[in-house]
């Protein structure tokens, strides 16, 4: 069976949550993980940096790179893809993971936060793409079996998705149209673009932030990350797919998901966004 063992991942908000998670399941494997985040000083509110992230992934079993990056800056990004073809020798997979929330509506939507946004989901994901896309190309050329796993929601055009939050929906969209974008530009490459969305709300530290969210009705960041390693260790010409957790681990034969629920017994689960 395909592994992720001797891949190199560039994984951008990796310090914690749901980008460790996936970075400590591909280091179970023995890959090379960029951990590309902003944090270098522990914030007792968003606990985890680059370095204790980086600690964790090479306790798993990984070779970590910790690069203080701002997904935003095309230099920083720039700077870091040098880096990690430095260390490692190339870019086998891509992980658009970092990205910001305000569930708000237009009138309490200041434009610096609209800016944010826009700057870190949409742009910051085009910004990566853009930025490994030599590295990707030449993981083709050597038959490595290339992938862009950019963590959002499946596209959907109706009104109750964007009236509560439409600066947010905007820029989560926007990812989600790299991914469509993008898999029909690199087919041609042999470069596999897809997304992944949760099912349910994930419990994670950023999500802890938002006022009267219920984290024991929230599975953990595992469920997401187990999901993802079975997307990217399999066959690439799998492209443009929208996909939900809960739908790849039950193609896989996976149907138990309790292992997953931050309060054991949960069947109320907060559903996440996106998803109708």
């Known amino acids: 069976m395909?592994?992720?063992?001797?891949?190199?991942l560039f994984i951008t908000g990796a310090s914690r949550g749901i980008g460790l998670a996936i970075a400590k399941r591909a280091a179970a494997d023995g890959a090379n993980i960029v951990v590309a985040a902003k944090t270098?000083?522990?914030?007792?509110?968003?606990?985890?940096?680059?370095?204790?992230?980086?600690?964790?992934?090479e306790a798993a079993g990984g070779k970590a790179l910790a690069l203080q990056v701002d997904i935003r800056d095309e230099a920083s990004v720039l700077a870091a893809v040098a880096r990690t073809v430095e260390t490692f020798g190339g870019i086998d997979i891509l992980v658009n993971n970092a990205s910001?929330?305000?569930?708000?509506?237009?009138?309490?939507?200041?434009?610096?936060?609209?800016?944010?946004?826009?700057?870190?989901?949409?742009?910051g994901t085009y910004l990566c793409t853009m930025a490994c896309l030599a590295a990707l190309r030449k993981s083709a050329e050597q038959r490595r079996n290339p992938q862009i796993l950019t963590m959002s929601p499946p596209l959907s055009m109706r009104t109750h998705w964007f009236e509560n939050h439409v600066a947010y929906s905007m820029a989560k969209y926007g990812m989600s149209m790299c991914t469509l974008g993008h898999a029909g530009e690199f087919l041609k490459y042999g470069i596999g673009v897809n997304s992944l969305w949760p099912r349910t709300a994930i419990a994670t530290a950023a999500l802890q932030m938002i006022p009267g969210v219920?984290?024991?009705?929230?599975?953990?960041?595992?469920?997401?990350?187990?999901?993802?390693?079975?997307?990217?260790?399999?066959?690439?010409?799998?492209?443009?797919?929208?996909?939900?957790?809960?739908?790849?681990?039950?193609?896989?034969?996976?149907?138990?998901?309790?292992?997953?629920?931050?309060?054991?017994?949960?069947?109320?689960?907060?559903?996440?966004f996106f998803v109708d």
């Not at 606990?47 to 964790?56: C, D, F, L, R, V």
């Open 40 to 57: 270098t000083e522990t914030n007792p509110k968003l606990p985890g940096t680059i370095y204790s992230a980086a600690a964790e992934i």
């Open 214 to 272: 219920d984290l024991a009705r929230c599975r953990k960041p595992e469920i997401l990350a187990d999901a993802a390693w079975l997307i990217l260790t399999g066959d690439n010409t799998q492209t443009g797919h929208f996909y939900l957790d809960d739908e790849v681990l039950a193609s896989h034969g996976i149907t138990d998901l309790e292992p997953y629920s931050v309060t054991p017994g949960t069947t109320d689960f907060i559903p996440d």
């Open 2 to 8: 395909e592994t992720l063992a001797g891949k190199t």
């Open 100 to 123: 910001a929330i305000s569930l708000t509506g237009t009138e309490t939507t200041p434009m610096k936060r609209f800016d944010l946004m826009q700057g870190v989901n949409a742009r």
